[in-house]
DNA sequence: ATGAGTATTTCGATTTTTTGCAAGAACACT
DNA sequence: AGTGTTCTTGCAAAAAATCGAAATACTCAT
C-alpha cells in the first residue's frame, strides 16, 4: 500500500462522506492510525482537506451557507457600503444584485429608511427582511445554487417589466477598457438586464478587481454612472478611470 | 460524530429556523446538552451565530418565530414530512407553500432525488439550496415579512403560468366542514393561487390545527387530495375526513 | 550484492482535548 | 417570592494527539 494510494483513498472517501474518522480509515486500510493521521496532516497542509480532531472533514462542507459564511474584504466592503448609502434617499426604489459588497450594504441600511428594494439574491432577500420600512420585492426565477441568485428568462421577464432609481451592481471584474465581466453566462444576461431596468448604475467593487478580466462582458465602463470603491476618488489606481463619464466615490 | 458535523448541523438547524434549543439539538444529535452549550459557545465566539438563554439565534435576523411555542414539535413535523417524502416521485414537479413543516420537509428531501421545485417561500429556497439535485425556482413578488414568502399581483402571474405534479400545501387551520382558512387574505390568495396550478393538492398538518378555524377560506376540505397528520390514518381525531374525499396519511 | 543513508511505519508513554456529570448560582416566568 | 430551567464551574473518564525511539523498508552508489 503505498502512501499515494491511501491518500487517494482518503480523498475519495472525503468526497463522498464530507467525512472520515482516522479510526474507520485505519481499519479499512490495516495501517495504524498514526500513520492516518500523518496522512490527513500532509492533505491538510496541501489544502485538500480540513483536519479535525477524530478525522478530517471535506473543505467545502458548509460552504453553502448564507449567512455564518466568512465574508472576506470585510472591511473595505464595509467602507464601499456605507459610501454607496449615502447615494440612496428616503422613499426611492433600488434594486441590488448579489455579492458580498452588497449583502453589506444591505445588512447597513438604514432600516428607518422608507424603501423599495428589488433582488434576484437570496442572502440579500434574507437580511433585508429585517428592515421593516424596506418593502422587499423578490425577482423571481430559477435559483443559480453557486451565486444564490436567481437566472433564466423569467427572472429577466420580470426585470424588464420595472424601472428603478438606482441600481446597485456588484461586479466580479472591471476594467476600464474591457468594462464590466463575468465568468457565468446566466449572471452576465441578469446583469445587462438590471442595468437596463435602471436609471442610475451604481458599481460597488473592492479595489483589488479593479483592472481584472473575466470571459464575458456585461457592459462598457462607462455605462456605469458610479464607481465605489474603498479607495479616496484621487487614488492613483483609479486614474484610469478619470476621464470617463463616471462619477468616483 | 465529530465535533466539526455537530456544528455544521447546529448552523443548520439555525439557518432553517432562525432559532435552536439548547435541548432540542441534544436531543436529535443525542449528545449532552453540555456539549451543545460548548458547541454553541464556540460558534458564538467565532460569530457565526447568536447564543442566547437557552439556545441560539441566527445572526441579524428578525426573530419572527411561532410565539411561545416552547414545544417545536419537531418531532411531529418530522413524520409528517416523511410521510409527505413518499409521495414525490423521481423527476416531478413540485410546489412548496411556506411554513414550518413544509421546512422539514424540504430539510429531509433525499439530495440524490432529482426535482424541480417552485416555492414562495425564503426560507425553504435557502434549505432547498443545499439539496445538488433540486433544481428550486422560487416565486418572485413582494416578500411578506410575517409569513417570509413572496405575495401580491406579481406573484400569483407567476404561479398562474405553471401547472406542477403536486403541490405540498402547509396550512394554519383545517376544519372538516370550513375547509382551508387563514388569517392573512393576502396568504389566501397565493394558497388559492396554489391550489389552482396543481394536479394533486397534499396537505401537511399537524393535529393539533385540526379543527380550527380562521378568518378567509382557502378552500373546502374536499379539494384537498391527501391529508397528512402525525397519526395514524385510523386515528379517531380523523373520523370527520373519513366520509369525504381524500386520501389519509 | 552490499551497506550506508533515508524514508516510512509502528509502538509506548505522556499530554491535550473532548465529553458527561454534579452541585450550586443565576435566570425566567408566573 | 417560588419554582422550574438554564448556566457556570470543577472534575474525572475516555478518546485523540504528540513525541521520541525503535523497527522496517526502500534508494542508490559502490
Redesign the interface.
Known sequence: MLKEERHQFILNEVRIHN?V?LTDIADLLKVSVDTVRRDIKELHNSDQL?K????A?SLG??T?????KKVYSLEKKSQIAEKAITLIKEGQVILLSGGTTNLELA?RLPSKMQLTCFTPS?PI??????K?NV?????????S?DS?I?VGG??IN?LSEIKVDICFLGTNSIHPVEGLTEFDWEIVQMKKAMIHSSRKVVSPCISEKIGSLQRYKICGADEVDVLITELEPWDIKLDAFKTMNLQLL
Chains 1, 2 share one sequence.
Open positions: 467525512k474518522l480540513k479535525v480532531h477524530g478525522g472533514v462542507f458548509n453553502y451557507s448564507p449567512v455564518g445588512r437570496l432577500a434574507v437580511q433585508l427582511l429585517t421593516s418593502e422587499v420585492i423578490f425577482i423571481g426565477g430559477r435559483l445554487k444564490q436567481t423569467s427572472a420580470m
